[in-house]
């Protein structure tokens, strides 16, 4: 049974960076695609970012490309994300999924989508202030 454990966020100023983690057990990271998501309050859960099994390939939402950087720490079954600029509009509840298709799919289209993931985390609250 795949379980993931967000760690991380918080409340932060305009500008600022907060730093995301993702614990993984119950399988090696190395055997699932990963992604982070987000939800804002009275929106759709959208997509935020996504890498490949080998962590050599990163793609990111238009809207925090150049501020964001999705990583994998395959050594500690470790997915992280790493925020900074940060924007009022970036707050939202960020999630961690993954899913059992780590290859065979189309890159990146088909991993940006909610509903290709199975495994989601409880969430990490990151609130940016004016």
């Known amino acids: 049974q795949v379980q993931l454990v967000e760690s991380g966020g918080g409340l932060v100023q305009t500008g600022g960076s907060v730093r995301l983690s993702c614990a993984v057990s119950?399988?090696?990271?190395?055997?699932?695609?990963m992604g982070w998501f987000r939800q804002a309050s009275g929106k759709e859960r959208e997509f935020v970012a996504t890498?490949?099994?080998?962590?050599?390939?990163?793609y990111y939402a238009d809207s925090v490309k150049g501020r964001f950087t999705i990583a994998r720490d395959n050594a500690n079954n470790t997915l992280v994300l790493q925020m900074s600029s940060l924007r009022v509009e970036d707050t939202a509840v960020y999630y961690c999924?993954?899913?059992?298709?780590?290859?065979?799919?189309?890159?990146?289209?088909?991993?940006?989508?909610?509903?290709?993931?199975?495994?989601w985390g409880q969430g990490a609250q990151v609130t940016v202030a004016s």
């Open positions: 890498i490949t099994g080998s962590g050599r390939s990163t």
């Open positions: 999924a993954a899913t059992d298709a780590v290859y065979g799919r189309s890159w990146p289209t088909w991993y940006t989508g909610p509903h290709r993931y199975t495994y």
């Open positions: 119950g399988r090696s990271i190395r055997s699932l695609g």
